[in-house]
């Protein structure tokens, strides 16, 4: 191989290079957290989000609507575009219902897909779900 041709394979290999780091930093993107109540009784909760700066996002307390009397349904506090995410970012949240505390993490993979959004959320699930925990409360996140 000669000089030129070794220069060109170079210059392509870089084009390439560069062209996957453009599309690793898109955007930001929106982070959204709600808490879904699967159970006919109703509840407070306090909690606290806060990002991977320590930097608080929200924190406040509410009642949380039992769930309408049909299967089909559940009440849904919805949170929306509390901050701007990349892929990468940690969210963290604290939440207390019922004397007992919840702690979870949420890792961003989802920004700027077409698939999914950034959503992270507790759920009450009802009391004859299967869960992975005793209480049946848990949190989830989107999955891209």
């Known amino acids: 191989m000669n000089r030129r041709q070794f ?5 392509c ?3 390439l290079l560069t062209a996957g ?3 690793l930093s898109r955007e930001p993107g929106s982070f959204n957290f709600a808490i879904v ?3 006919e009784q109703s509840y407070h909760a306090t909690f606290t989000v806060w990002n991977d700066d320590d930097e608080i996002i929200i924190d406040g307390s509410v009642d949380i609507a039992a769930k309408p009397p049909t299967e089909e349904e559940y009440t849904v506090l919805n949170f929306d575009d509390l901050t701007d995410v990349t892929n990468g970012d940690t969210i963290d949240v604290r939440i207390q219902i019922d004397g007992e505390t919840f702690e979870g993490t949420y890792e961003v993979t989802c920004n ?3 698939n999914a959004d950034n959503d992270f959320f507790f759920r009450i699930r009802h ?3 299967p869960s ?3 209480s049946g409360m848990e949190f989830a996140g989107s999955e891209c």
């Open 112 to 114: 700027e897909s077409e």
């Open 132 to 134: 992975s925990n005793e």
């Open 127 to 129: 009391p004859e779900a």
């Open 37 to 39: 109540n699967r159970r």
């Open 7 to 11: 220069l060109q394979q170079v210059s």
């Open 13 to 15: 290999g870089s084009v």
């Open 21 to 23: 780091c453009t599309s």
